[in-house]
């Protein structure tokens, strides 16, 4: 086997990690992988520590193909590309440059798109599938799951609806099936230069629904509020931990003279702010998902007008609103325990307000939370050798 050609040993590795969501390469250790949100280091009884010059072939071999994304590495040094592997699988590979090396992290992409009822997501968000114009922003963390959610909408609105898609990805990750709709997929560096350029283009080619990867700078933002106006129906992400950081990101990102007309244009044009975060299952069981639901209404557009000068905060708003869909991250937390879909450890570990959950689930503050979690890590021992014959 070559030592330098990623693909036999991505094959081996998924081969005995199949759970695993990411896969690491790093200068002075084995290939790791992250099994439900744990880095596991995989035994290798034929390999050792990979070397600087070993995962530069490796980024080599990755990029060899890709000239667009080879001359962005080379001047950013950091490169996101997308990886097929034929009977293994897709991933959304990242290479960048650390202390004079390289590294690789591999995000293991699944094959079929998850169902809407596999990944336990809240009824309410099927009511973003008929929605004709405006925002919706799926929002989180690197690997809380955004992907997989804007996957099973985009699909389920696929199915019921005859519409043209064009999706915005950097990379592409999941390959939607055939359905009533056509859906189109362009890819970041290889189909177009940039978000925003893309997505002013978008305009022009008659879909009723652009999603866009993710609306990272000024320009892409604009211009998605001006294809919501227009009556476009956006779907995107933001690297945001909730609804009112995703908020904050939207205004600030624009000068502080344009905020008044920023906060007016966004409260009128979106309609749902769906914000992730996951978690542990109890016993090593996987992960599952905790929900923020922030939705359209005239209380929450009059908060996203008024910011902190609105009455009462924007959690209460959710709260109150929990008839129409909405809820907050504890609302969702302690729903969550009271089905033992979670420990009680685990949702204080992930509340927003941790005090205030405590007390609905009996827990003091001055008193530890009982020890009914169950750790959820996996040993070396636990992990079958993978056997990689490497120098």
Known sequence: MNPYDIAPIL????????????????????????VD??????????????????????????????PQAMETFLRTGSVDVSYTLEKTGRFRTNCFRQ???????????PTLIPSFESLALPKSLLGSLDLKNGIVLLTGP????????????????????AYHIITIEDPIEFLYPKTKSMIHQRELGQDTDTFAAALRAGLRQAPQVIMVGEMRDVES????????????????????????KTIERIIGVFPKDQETVIRSRFAQTFRYIISQRLMPKPGGKGRVAAVEVLRSNDRTRTYILKGAQAAGSLEDAMADGHHEGMQT????????????????????????????????????????APDDSTDDSMTIDQMPALGLDMP
């Open 221 to 244: 933002i604009e211009i998605a509020l001006e294809a919501a106006e227009t009556g476009h129906l956006i779907m995107s992400t933001l690297h945001t931990i909730d609804a009112a």
């Open 99 to 109: 202390r004079n090396s390289l590294v690789i992290v591999m995000r293991v992409i």
């Open 142 to 161: 690197t690997g809380s799951g955004k992907s997989s959610t804007m996957a099973a909408l985009i699909n389920l609105m696929a199915q019921k609806y």
């Open 37 to 66: 949100g744990t880095l596991t280091e995989v035994p290798l009884k034929d390999l050792r520590p990979l070397s600087p010059y070993q995962t530069e072939m490796l980024v080599l071999d990755l990029l060899k193909d890709k």
């Open 11 to 34: 094959k081996r590795i998924m081969s005995v990690a199949s759970r695993a969501s990411d896969i690491i390469f790093s200068p002075g250790s084995p290939p790791k992988v992250m």
């Open 329 to 368: 991250f504890d609302m969702d937390l302690l729903d969550k325990v009271s089905r033992r879909v979670i420990d009680k450890n685990t949702a204080m570990r992930y509340a927003t307000n941790p005090n205030n959950l405590g007390l609905k689930l009996g827990i003091l503050k001055t008193e530890a």
